[in-house]
């Protein structure tokens, strides 16, 4: 193994042969670096063109202040140090040793990536902005800093962030594995997946002008942000702390909110006309902190497994929109999970709430609380134990009324049919909108 010292004169590499220094002289005498030499660039060095690939041992960059036209691949068997200079071109950077980037590189014009490819455990520290980055052959790889990437992929391997923050413009793709403590923001277009809820992100922000794309389901405990996020696959928040809402963007993909404690939402949830899961374990209660507005998307409640019962609490908020179909239980046949609803004291507007399947339906639970819950279609409580609804003095006024069991007060109001037992004020009412509803002759 040999030190090499890059010319001091712009240079093609690997170039012709003895183009390059045994010392940082300037003095072109020996043959260019190859497996096991170590390349090193500093503040001398000239401007150098990839005109092949190369297989080096190890690359030094420190004071490096030139271009690297990467038209190839630079494959690198040992440590990058001080990584350094302005970077163009389509060429990848292969390494199999730890990676720190120096303060002056500039990688705007790249689209190649830094490939952890040699299935060890690598760090990287990386406080300025890097070409993208991925991970092969079962590498490890730990962020010593935090980190800015143009996009990031696991293929095979190992990532955490080491509680650093890490900063992706674009694509954050992932089928190996990932650990984080620190939060993670989107802050270019791109797609985003990760391979599974033991993938699950700290926390990400998805940037104002940001689209994300769903090319899978993905995993995070928090949201924040303004940006989008899209596609026809899951976005799964998953077991989060209190407080894990703060998403002020547009949100059009299918969303679960999936409990391992009582949480609370820390802000309003508008969904962009898609579905809106809430899961938990028995007895977890989600206590919204604003509004909820799914559109025409269905909100569905319903234990994590069998013999769960979780419930949405929706205080003194309210469910906007009015086109929401609120369903309470599991759509499958599998027995008790359990959904409950308590709508507090605020103006609700939704399209019908039922059941999700009649043989699992004993479980669930309505409590109306003071709450006025304008439904314009139908209430099918077929099944619900008396002792599981409730009515301090709300007013509900629904299209139709099926098999409701309920003695306590507040009033109930039916625009078609009413099937109820036991209510002290079951009413019929003229359709939503009327004048008659406003007292205007009648």
């Not at 490939?115 to 406080?127: I, K, P, S, V």
């Not at 809820?197 to 405990?221: E, H, M, Q, R």
Request: charged share 10%; hydrophobic share 40%.
């Amino acid at each position: 193994m040999a030190n090499k010292y890059a010319p001091q004169a712009a240079f093609n590499w690997p170039g012709a042969p003895d183009n390059w220094c045994d010392a940082d002289d300037g003095v072109q005498d020996v043959a260019p670096p190859g497996a096991g030499d170590v390349a090193i660039f500093t503040v001398n060095s000239g401007a150098a063109t990839m005109d092949n690939n190369v297989n080096i041992g190890g690359l030094t960059m420190t004071g490096f202040t030139g271009s690297v036209s990467m038209n190839n691949d630079i494959d690198c068997d040992g440590v990058i140090t001080n990584l350094s200079g302005t970077f163009t071109g389509g060429g990848d950077i292969l390494v199999a040793g730890h990676v720190t980037v120096g303060a002056n590189l500039i990688m705007t014009g790249m689209t190649g990536q830094l490939n952890f490819d040699g299935g060890g455990a690598y760090q990287l520290t990386a406080g300025v902005r890097i070409f993208g980055l991925i991970l092969n052959a079962g590498s490890t790889v730990t962020l010593q800093a935090d980190s800015l990437v143009d996009n990031f992929q696991v293929v095979t391997g190992t990532f955490a962030d080491g509680g650093n923050d890490f900063d992706i413009a674009g694509s954050i793709i992932c089928a190996g594995t990932i650990t984080t403590t620190g939060d993670w923001t989107m802050s270019g277009t791109g797609n985003l997946i990760n391979a599974g809820p033991s993938n699950t992100l700290a926390g990400l922000t998805i940037a104002a002008g940001v689209v994300a794309t769903l090319t899978g389901t993905f995993y995070c405990k928090k949201l924040a942000g303004s940006g989008t996020y899209q596609g026809a696959n899951l976005f799964y928040v998953r077991f989060p702390s209190d407080n894990f809402w703060s998403f002020t963007g547009t949100a059009s993909s299918n969303t679960t909110i999936n409990l391992s404690a009582s949480r609370s939402s820390g802000a309003g949830i508008n969904l962009n006309n898609a579905l809106f899961n809430l899961q938990g374990y028995d007895g977890n209660v989600l206590t919204m902190d604003g509004d909820l507005n799914t559109g025409t998307g269905v909100i569905r409640i319903y234990g994590s497994s069998a013999d769960r019962t979780v419930t949405l609490d929706m205080v003194t908020f309210d469910i906007k929109g009015g086109e929401s179909e609120v369903v309470l239980g599991t759509p499958a046949a599998s027995a008790g999970r359990w959904g409950k609803i308590d709508f507090g004291s605020g103006y609700h507007q939704i399209a019908s709430l039922r059941y999700g399947n009649a043989a699992n339906n004993a479980g669930n639970g309505i409590d109306f609380g003071t709450a006025d819950v304008e439904c314009s279609g139908n209430l099918n409580a077929t099944g619900i134990a008396a002792a599981d609804i409730a009515n301090t003095n709300g007013t509900i006024r629904l299209g139709t009324i099926t098999a409701l069991d309920m003695s306590v007060g507040g009033t109930i109001q039916g625009y078609g049919s009413v099937d109820g037992t036991g209510n002290s004020d079951v009413e019929f009412a003229p359709a939503v909108g009327s004048l008659a509803m406003c007292g205007v002759g009648v």
